[in-house]
DNA sequence: TTGTACGCGTTATCAG
DNA sequence: CTGATAACGCGTACAA
């Protein structure tokens, strides 16, 4: 096992700007402005000095760069999503806008678990990262990371936070599921019901009042009874469909709460004969590709661009590490992608 | 936008050790013996520059330090698989074997663009890393990363690589779906077909050869012609049925290259009314969960113990950084879940 | 028991 | 145009 006493093995060490200026037989200053493009110097030296470099394979190292800058060029990522099917594309997205700024990226998932989580921020802090973006699920408000007095930009992204001052982006579920009734609505359904997972979640909330919303704002009544509230799961899409058809046969229209959730309601529907999307039109909400895409017929959903948002906070962050203050939520658009369970090949908009 | 040339913004310098001593009243290398243990010193004045470092909130600079030891306690992983649900548990493992050595990840996905990946492994390079570990897509062999005659370790986890002699950990696809034929063929079905993804991954192959193995082993013949390659998807599990039925009405099993083929093998058979598992048996490949156990009934599969794989995959980096030499393909065993889908002793099940 | 000085690899400043 | 030198923050011999 390693560990911070063992010393380093024999290994062929890098070659320093010592060894190039050695080699070129100038001085470390000449080399360090010649491959910097600093200073005046004659074109034959800087040649000589950067032909010397590449055939040594010289490689500045960044540790003594960043000891002198005071700036790291990383970031910390803290995740806490373990199924990690949501925090990919962000962090895809974090990445794209960071490379760009040749930041890397440490990534620490610390699933839940608090002593684990406090050693990964005490990592980071030594290792002088310039910022930590923090990701992860989306259940109860978690409490903002504690940073132990050290001065950091901390950025929380599809993330929820209890520190209302705390920077946050999360996606416009509201937006989103505006967007979904108004598709619905646009295609004639007016018996409209909503599938979702459970009320604790802010996101179901926030869904449940955007769909409300567009109803509401097309003249169509909101009745309690249309909305279920369950798991995140196919089987509990499955139960529901049971419900709703017992409880209200009219139903042209289901609004559901995520993908999973409306294939579950899909199956269901085609079991007993409803069909979709002549019968009963469904929406979904993630847009995640391998469900959206598989389903019979595949998903009209909600696509939260979360690549999107991740890009957004990278470059937030960039902004943040450059001085910029910035606080509380800030909500980004989502997207329609239509498939075919509503019946209508229409082009996506994206909302607010 | 954070470029090398900014100055780094005003904000409070973390303390320094020289900070500490100036408060403490002594010298920094006092300070330094007094927090890491070395030396004679008073205990007194060890007491006193531990509460003024707590006071000021020290935490020791990891880049002076790695300087120093010419150990960066940093591994890059670098990501060629895009959707990351292989690599995330792979990724979990890494970390868990990591975190113990106190080595942090620098996460770089390189989605199949060589340009990227090229400036992505300069810049680990440049951060001096300690190792690298490669995991990604497994469809075509991939060329080894040119580290551009750096001298660090590198190790192949979950990733096809062309170069023998390059260290690399595999699940072993062959015993998996050994085992998947074993199950099978231990509850009595002897008409055993094999529905699985493109020919040209290297998993597709191994997999049916085990299979083919352990029918054999049992003294059934193997027929190519209850081979049935195709894609990835539900899609083509859905289509290879009605195939398989047209071709061969007296099957009693199939074994899927994948959850996601079984799904669609499943979903289909139900719709022909044939019933799972009493006409058929079926038993998928990845354990991935979400399909696994939403589908009706529960899947049978094959675990490839892809966070084990990581954990190893630490481990082993964790040797080659001390100077252990290592080489070759290293396959780690999977596992049977037993859900309902073979109809297995314990889970007994009616579908309908 | 404690302080001093050097080196890790860079860059920037100031002489030459 | 180029070379020497001082930082950056830390650990550690060695001197006091």
């Not at 996606?171 to 979904?180: H, Q, R």
């Not at 097309?218 to 139960?239: D, I, Q, T």
């Not at 002549?278 to 939260?304: C, S």
């Amino acid at each position: 096992m390693a560990s911070p006493d063992d010393p380093a093995p024999t290994r062929p060490r890098p070659a320093t700007i010592w060894d190039v200026a050695h080699a070129a037989g100038v001085s470390v200053g000449t080399v360090s402005k010649a491959l910097n493009g600093r200073g005046q110097l004659r074109a034959e030296t800087r040649e000589a000095v950067r032909t010397t470099a590449a055939r040594l394979g010289f490689r500045p190292n960044d540790l003594a760069q960043s000891l002198l800058r005071k700036r790291s060029f990383t970031i910390g990522l803290i995740s806490t999503d373990r199924y990690g099917r949501f925090s990919i594309p962000v962090l895809e997205g974090i990445e794209d806008a960071l490379e760009a700024a040749r930041i890397s990226v440490f990534l620490c998932s610390a699933s839940d678990d608090p002593a684990r989580e406090r050693q990964h921020i005490d990592s980071l802090l030594a290792k002088r990262v310039d910022g930590i973006i923090v990701t992860g699920r989306r259940t109860d408000a978690r409490t903002a990371i504690d940073l132990g007095g050290a001065s950091v930009p901390v950025l929380y992204a599809f993330a929820q936070v209890a520190d209302p001052a705390a920077p946050y982006l999360l996606p416009d579920d509201f937006g989103g599921a505006s967007l979904a009734g108004e598709h619905l609505i646009g295609l004639g359904r007016t018996c409209i019901a909503h599938v979702t997972g459970p009320e604790r979640f802010e996101a179901v909330r926030q869904r449940r009042d955007g769909l409300r919303q567009a109803l509401e704002a097309h003249g169509l009544a909101w009745r309690r009874e249309r909305v279920l509230s369950g798991s995140w799961s196919e089987a509990w899409g499955h139960a529901a469909v049971t419900k709703l058809l017992a409880r209200r046969p009219g139903i042209d229209a289901i609004a559901c709460g995520s993908d999973q959730i409306a294939r579950g309601v899909v199956d269901a529907l085609r079991e007993r004969g409803v069909r979709v999307p002549d019968d009963v039109a469904i929406v979904g909400f993630d847009n995640w590709e391998i469900i959206a895409a598989a389903t019979r017929p595949p998903l009209t959903t909600i696509d939260m661009n979360l690549k999107h948002l991740g890009r957004e906070a990278g470059m937030r962050m960039l902004a943040m590490i450059d001085g910029d203050i910035a606080a509380g939520v800030v909500r980004l658009g989502c997207q329609l992608v239509v498939r075919e369970s509503c019946g209508a090949a229409r082009a996506g908009r994206v909302a607010s």
